[in-house]
């Protein structure tokens, strides 16, 4: 929690505070037709025969509308960035790598809310899936629907960076050094999300630390199966749990509500917990199964998982050759496109069970990362 500031007119800031309440309030009501556009695209990914042209729109709709929602309140600053980004691509021998096309806007919208969070401009706070200045009065930290597009945009961002920094299949230990920055990047990115002063994020934590473990799991060529989802789910509620800790041992005008809930669980026993557990999944249940949010997030894991298949059959053909002696230009490929698509289908699960508005967070990851893959060639 941060100090109370003076206010120097308080008439003025409770008009500012109306205003942006009541616009905020107007523009909320695109966002039913928001969602059952992005569950079309997701449909549009996921159906095999679906026609070129409608595939590449559906490519650019997705992350254009996530882009609408989540920087409403900066969104000319978002497109100019956006808008240099491409414009650099297109005067670089890049110019032809549809993938660096295809990683525009999710690159741009994770290290957009993650810069957000960490210099506290709360331009997120107040989108129009964020909380209201008068009816939504609970801290926010990221925002929870914010969090599912930027883990999204960070795990395409990441699959990239290592997809760059894979070592040749004759030199294993080519790039190490450079791959450990990178992790050493994802456990930065854990502390901004769950730090008290900064994103204060419980179901963040879990949900990134989650998904950056299976993304190494499967990075290093380990298959993900039930175990791995579990380690991956444990490991998530550790660094949740060493966060709220350290938290609940501030004094109480310094904690977040990590700490406060600490302070709850500590005082109420493990009704309390249970308590909070149960309030969460019945708002989760609601919308993944009675709102229009319920089309992208049931058409976002068949997508995944429908991609995830033809990774996975892809990645045989390319193993096999090179355990013959053939090395292509794919090898470097599989392992990268493998782990996205299990991080993000870990992610998923974890925004389900574990985020304030998950199914919402839930269906953002999900159409940047299966935007992404259908409009980057494997090769």
């Known amino acids: 929690m941060t100090a109370v500031k003076s206010i120097d007119d308080p008439v003025t800031h409770v008009q500012e505070l109306r205003t942006g309440a009541l616009t905020q309030r107007h ?16 449909l549009a990914f996921a159906y095999p025969k679906t026609p070129s042209a409608i595939r590449n ?57 993650l810069i957000d969070t960490l210099i506290h401009r709360n331009v997120v706070g107040n989108n129009l899936l964020g909380y209201s200045p008068i009816e939504g009065a609970r801290y926010y ?27 040749h299949p004759h030199h294993p230990r080519e790039g190490r050094s450079k791959r450990i920055a990178v992790i050493v990047g994802m456990l930065a990115v854990i502390v901004i999300v769950g730090a008290p002063s900064m994103g204060a994020k419980a179901g963040g934590v879990i949900v990134l630390t989650g998904a950056f473990a299976t993304f190494l ?25 060493s966060m709220a800790l350290l938290d609940g041992a501030r004094s109480s005008t310094s904690q977040s509500h990590l700490g406060a809930a600490v302070s709850l669980i500590r005082h109420g026993g493990i009704e309390q917990a249970l308590d909070i557990v149960g309030r969460k999944m019945a708002v989760e249940l609601k919308l993944a199964t009675h ?13 995944i998982l429908l ?25 470097v490929k599989t392992r990268p496109r493998m782990a ?40």
Request: glycine fraction near 10%.
């Open 340 to 379: 996205l698509l299990d991080s993000t289908l870990v992610a998923a699960l974890l925004m389900l069970l574990f985020n304030d508005a998950g199914a919402v967070a839930c269906a953002l990851c999900l159409s940047i990362v299966c935007g992404y893959i259908a409009a980057s060639p494997r090769s």
């Open 291 to 303: 709102s229009t949010w319920a089309l992208p997030v049931w058409a976002g894991l068949a997508c």
């Open 141 to 167: 930290g990221i925002g929870n629907e914010a969090m599912g597009a930027m883990a999204g945009g960070l795990l395409v961002t990441i699959s990239h960076l290592w997809t760059t920094l894979q070592p």
């Open 57 to 113: 729109g559906a490519t650019y709709l997705a992350p254009a509308v996530i882009a609408g929602l989540i920087t409403a309140p900066s969104m000319p600053l978002f497109f100019v960035m956006t808008g240099v980004f491409l414009a650099v691509l297109n005067i670089s021998p890049a110019k032809k790598n549809s993938e660096l096309q295809a990683l525009a806007i999710p690159w741009i919208i994770g290290a957009y809310i």
């Open 217 to 241: 799991m499967t990075g290093y060529g380990r298959r993900l199966g039930l175990g791995g989802i579990l380690i991956a789910t444990l490991l998530g509620l550790i660094a949740l749990t």
């Open 307 to 331: 991609q995830r298949r033809t990774a996975s059959t892809w990645k045989s053909k390319v193993d096999a050759l090179v355990n013959s002696g053939a090395v292509t230009a794919d090898a």
């Open 27 to 42: 523009g909320q009501q695109v966002l039913p037709y928001c969602a059952i556009l992005l569950g079309l695209c997701l």
